[in-house]
């Protein structure tokens, strides 16, 4: 079962009690290239209570909450994020932004979904795309909820293998598949010929911790 927040949802939530020009204030208050990374960090925290404190619409909130209930009840939930430009043929952002587990309760997962909102503005996401050149300003942040199931094992499948266009990878830890997304365990990894989906060669993890 999963539900998507849509970018229009979060566009609406920026012009509302005008979101979008205090963040752009804090944005540009300081150039970038004359800031320390404390005030970087001081600067997304700020962003973040800007999320925290803006109510929902409520011609939003009216819509989400019964959804919400319906879909999910009590049960728990991944939000998770779905920034428009991740993953694109040159820039990876794995872990950039935050997705929460185990979520439980409309007005948790509706606070949540203001978290993963305001991580578009985190620390790392900003000093991301200022490396990369990607305008924070056309950034926008869809939202998945989800069910949580909580796998024994859990894993990523390329289609395409970032090293060859013939083959595909899959890679794969025990647990939750969070410590494979932020780099924190060394996943198993297998590589196929992406033709007849044979595997070509497996790669086993020296396995530590599961997270």
Same mark, same amino acid.
């Given at each position: 079962?999963?539900?998507?927040?849509?970018?229009?949802?979060?566009?609406?939530? %920026? @012009?509302?009690?005008?979101?979008?020009?205090?963040?752009?204030?804090?944005?540009?208050?300081?150039?970038?290239?004359?800031?320390? +990374?404390?005030?970087? +960090?001081?600067?997304?925290?700020? *962003?973040?209570? =800007?999320?925290?404190?803006?109510?929902? /619409?409520?011609? *939003?909130?009216?819509?989400?909450? /019964? %959804?919400? &209930?319906?879909?999910?009840?009590?049960?728990?939930?991944?939000?998770?994020?779905? &920034?428009?430009?991740?993953?694109? &043929?040159?820039?990876?952002? !794995?872990?950039?932004?935050?997705?929460?587990?185990?979520?439980?309760?409309?007005? #948790?997962?509706? $606070?949540?979904?203001?978290?993963? +909102? &305001?991580?578009?503005?985190?620390?790392?996401? *900003?000093?991301?795309?200022?490396?990369?050149?990607?305008?924070? @300003?056309?950034?926008? =942040? !869809?939202?998945?909820?989800?069910?949580?199931? $909580?796998?024994?094992?859990?894993?990523?499948?390329?289609?395409?293998? /970032?090293? #060859?266009?013939?083959?595909?990878?899959?890679?794969?830890?025990?647990?939750?598949?969070?410590? %494979?997304?932020?780099?924190?365990?060394?996943?198993?990894? +297998?590589?196929? $010929?992406?033709?007849?989906?044979?595997?070509? #060669?497996?790669? /086993?993890?020296?396995?530590?911790? *599961?997270?």
């Amino acid at each position: 079962m999963s539900l998507c927040i849509t970018t229009d949802t979060f566009e609406a939530f %920026l @012009e509302h009690e005008g979101l979008r020009n205090k963040i752009l204030m804090e944005y540009y208050r300081k150039r970038f290239e004359d800031m320390r +990374w404390e005030e970087i +960090w001081d600067l997304s925290l700020r *962003i973040k209570n =800007m999320f925290l404190k803006t109510p929902f /619409p409520f011609e *939003i909130e009216t819509h989400l909450r /019964p %959804l919400v &209930a319906r879909f999910f009840q009590d049960n728990p939930v991944v939000v998770r994020s779905s &920034a428009i430009g991740e993953d694109s &043929a040159k820039y990876s952002f !794995a872990g950039i932004h935050e997705s929460y587990v185990n979520v439980r309760g409309v007005d #948790s997962i509706l $606070n949540h979904i203001k978290l993963v +909102w &305001a991580s578009l503005y985190s620390d790392v996401a *900003i000093l991301y795309r200022q490396e990369t050149g990607l305008n924070a @300003e056309s950034s926008k =942040m !869809a939202v998945i909820i989800q069910q949580f199931i $909580n796998g024994q094992k859990s894993g990523v499948a390329f289609g395409k293998s /970032p090293n #060859s266009n013939a083959q595909m990878m899959i890679e794969a830890v025990y647990g939750l598949n969070q410590g %494979l997304v932020d780099g924190t365990v060394e996943p198993d990894r +297998w590589v196929l $010929n992406r033709s007849n989906g044979r595997i070509l #060669s497996y790669t /086993p993890s020296t396995k530590k911790q *599961i997270v």
